[in-house]
């Protein structure tokens, strides 16, 4: 009688979980199948779901319309960029905040994350000035510089919540054999936090490749990333939809993989240390 | 780390390649519609007779390419030397002193072909800000078989009352026909160029000479009375989220009988591929009241060189050859006549080929003449524009007013409720910039 019980409550429960997938991942599927559409379809009322001409013109024309692989290399860049220049700055100052406190470490952390409560466009103008002043529009050291010091709290922040999970007294034993601080955050503290630090990574790789203010208002062409690609492809007047998701398909494609890739670490660096 | 050090050996050797390349670089900033596109692929032609030049653009959709020019315009970013404006930025950026006059289009571009309601937008202090790429009015597009169906003819310039009767008798809400699709999302250039314009037939106007709001006033009442009454009887459902692009897909599977918006529709419209009713539809001009205005816009993108650009005789010579008469006549002999940017020159709307292939040429020609960017409601204004007001502030404030219209519309609130607060909101706003002392 119990295991008949276990039985229908596993398929409850998967049924419940595919469902929710299905739905979040729902929209992603829309988008990648209308952009096999001709506009006509991906506008039709009502709408069609898979019975329509599948065609590969949008993919066409989106190519020949935009340099995808410039853009592309653009977003890689960026983003992998301002993250590893995030996590050079950022381990150092979680391991300050998780190891050795002063009074001030909870206002500091706080304070930081204050700094993401602001609307971007309210620091637009002078960070704009800035920019043109010493020449950084439009290029890739300019947003990575941006990007990074954007994400940064969120970054400390993550770390150092992984890195308080870490007793204190395996750093002690490490010094007692001698270790330095490089050597103790390097040989000791990073293997430990190694799941915290990776989906750190990965989900500020994905934050910095998203990002579409400040790279759609800081570049023309030469450091526009996927975002501005995406961006050529929207109109207020005219059928643009079946090429929009083409495009979107595209940009999406390559954080999409990467995302499924290395989904187990993400999920065990975001539960880790959930459970005591 | 890697990446790291390729941006920097990246950079360095742009330092070092830079000073060798003597051709002068243009970046166009432009927006996303069809005639802008082909432009981009017609570049060669234009890198064939200027050599020295190259042609760098930069597409992006309207909202986005508005915020990003407007930001570099005016910090002098310098990062554009030819950008896409539309008519409403043209006065105020003109005034301003952020636009370089085009005076040196070239002895054959002949400026008094440009007709001369778009030239009149353009134009401040008698000198030309910006050159007309294309231009577009407003007017109805409606069924020819419903309206034989129904036993009504639609005249060449309906009035509103006319409208709004031919919409109630052809909705047959069971069949999903609704007899007019009009805009109702909110946002300045959606709901609100489409009421202003319409407020404008109404004896409407937004200040009176002394810029004092006008919400409170029994016209635009009138107005909006209208307008959500019409819809309610004879409009599709959900009409409050519904812009130029959910009209047009109505439209195209025949469930519209008219449909009031830019004349540039009318190529979608009629276009077999993209509409099932593309054989069966007729053209009229905006709607009146007889009170001597029409209730149709006028709308121009337009190419504009920044002021302060070091670059400007290159960029008056690509402006010169994308708004000149050979341009058209170079789209015509590779996409048609058909595909041709409508509405900046006389001389397209007196050429045979062109009225052939485009049904819709004599109506546009005469929406667009019949709107008067410098005179555009039946009583005096201080301002400049027909569906808009050509101050900075107008984009913030039509789109708080268009909110609560667009809350009419959908019953969230009363016509009367909604103008009370456009009228609250508009005094406030414009008392703050300093209009109302």
Redesign the interface.
């Known amino acids: 009688m119990a295991r008949e019980h276990t039985k229908t409550y596993r398929a409850g429960i998967s049924v419940i979980a595919w469902a929710a997938s299905l739905t979040l991942f729902f929209p992603i599927l829309w988008m990648v199948v209308t952009s096999f559409k001709?506009?006509?379809d991906a506008?039709?009322?009502p709408p069609v779901f898979l019975f329509f001409d599948w065609t590969l013109e949008n993919y066409h024309i989106v190519q020949t319309?935009?340099d995808y692989f410039r853009h592309a290399s653009n977003s890689?860049?960026l983003s992998?960029?301002s993250t590893?220049?995030a996590l050079l700055i950022a381990i150092p100052a979680a391991w300050a905040m998780a190891f050795a406190p002063s009074k001030r470490t909870k206002d500091t952390l706080l304070w930081m994350l204050s700094t993401k409560m602001m609307p971007p466009v309210g620091v637009?103008?002078p960070i704009?000035?800035l920019y043109?002043d010493t020449g950084l529009?439009?290029?890739?050291?300019g947003l990575?510089a941006l990007l990074c010091l954007g994400n940064l709290p969120i970054v400390i922040w993550m770390l150092f919540t992984y890195f308080k999970e870490i007793p204190k007294d395996i750093l002690e034993a490490a010094r007692m054999d001698g270790a330095t601080t490089l050597k103790e955050i390097v040989y000791v503290l990073a293997p430990m936090a190694l799941p915290g630090i990776a989906s750190t990574l990965l989900l500020n790789v994905i934050l910095a490749w998203n990002e579409a203010f400040w790279t759609?208002?800081l570049t023309?062409?030469k450091a526009?990333p996927l975002t501005?690609f995406i961006?050529?492809?929207?109109?207020?007047?005219?059928?643009?939809w079946a090429k929009l998701s083409a495009a979107s398909t595209l940009a999406i494609a390559p954080i999409l993989v990467i995302g499924w890739l290395s989904q187990r670490q993400l999920v065990r660096g975001l539960t880790f240390g959930a459970v005591k | 780390m890697k990446a790291l050090l390729g941006v920097l050996l990246g950079a360095a050797s742009m330092l070092v390649v830079g000073p060798a390349l003597a051709e002068t670089k243009l970046t166009i900033a432009t927006v996303n519609n069809g005639d802008m596109i082909r432009m981009q692929g017609l570049t060669a032609d234009f890198t064939a007779k200027n050599p020295d030049i190259k042609l760098e653009w930069v597409t992006l959709e309207e909202n986005a390419l508005r915020q990003k020019v407007t930001t570099d315009i005016a910090t002098k970013g310098g990062q554009f030397d030819v950008l896409t404006i539309g008519t409403y930025e043209v006065p105020i950026w003109a005034k301003k002193g952020w636009l370089v006059a085009l005076d040196k289009l070239g002895a054959d571009y002949d400026v008094d072909d440009l007709l001369p309601a778009i030239r009149s937008g353009l134009t401040t202090d008698g000198k030309l800000f910006a050159a007309p790429f294309y231009g577009e009015s407003s007017m109805v597009m409606y069924r020819t078989d419903l309206f034989d169906k129904a036993g009504i003819k639609m005249p060449d310039a309906p009035t509103w009352t006319f409208v709004a009767d031919a919409a109630r008798k052809l909705t047959d809400k069971s069949k999903e026909i609704y007899g007019i699709c009009l805009r109702g999302k909110a946002g300045w250039g959606e709901n609100m160029a489409f009421l202003t314009a319409t407020a404008n037939s109404f004896g409407a106007r937004w200040f009176d000479e002394k810029w004092a709001p006008q919400f409170d006033q029994p016209e635009w009442k009138k107005t909006l009375e209208f307008y959500v009454n019409l819809m309610k009887d004879a409009g599709p459902p959900g009409a409050s989220s519904n812009g130029f692009n959910e009209n047009l897909a109505l439209f195209n599977s025949g469930k519209c009988g008219m449909w009031i918006d830019a004349t540039v529709a009318a190529s979608f419209v009629t276009n077999p591929k993209e509409s099932k009713v593309a054989d069966k539809v007729g053209f009229a001009l905006a709607p009146d009241n007889g009170l001597g205005k029409r209730g149709n816009w006028l709308w121009a993108w337009n190419l504009a060189i920044p002021a302060g650009s070091q670059k400007v005789d290159a960029a008056t010579k690509f402006i010169s050859w994308a708004t000149s008469k050979s341009y058209l006549a170079l789209v015509a002999s590779k996409e048609g006549w058909a595909n041709v940017p409508p509405g900046t020159r006389t001389s397209l709307y007196t050429n045979p080929e062109y009225q052939k292939a485009a049904p819709f040429a004599k109506m546009t020609l005469d929406s667009i003449n019949s709107a008067d960017p410098k005179k555009p409601t039946v009583k005096p204004v201080p301002y400049v524009g027909v569906q808009f007001v050509a101050i900075p502030e107008f984009q913030g404030l039509a789109t708080t007013v268009g909110q609560q219209f667009s809350a009419a519309l959908s019953g969230s609130t009363s016509v009367d409720a909604a103008l009370a607060s456009a009228q609250a909101t508009a005094v406030r706003e414009m008392t703050r910039a300093g209009y109302i002392k």
């Open positions: 001709s506009e006509l506008f039709a009322s319309r935009s890689v860049i992998c960029g590893l220049l637009l103008v704009y000035l043109r529009l439009d290029s890739r050291m990575v759609l208002n023309t062409s526009a501005v961006a050529a492809y929207s109109s207020p007047e005219g059928l643009f």
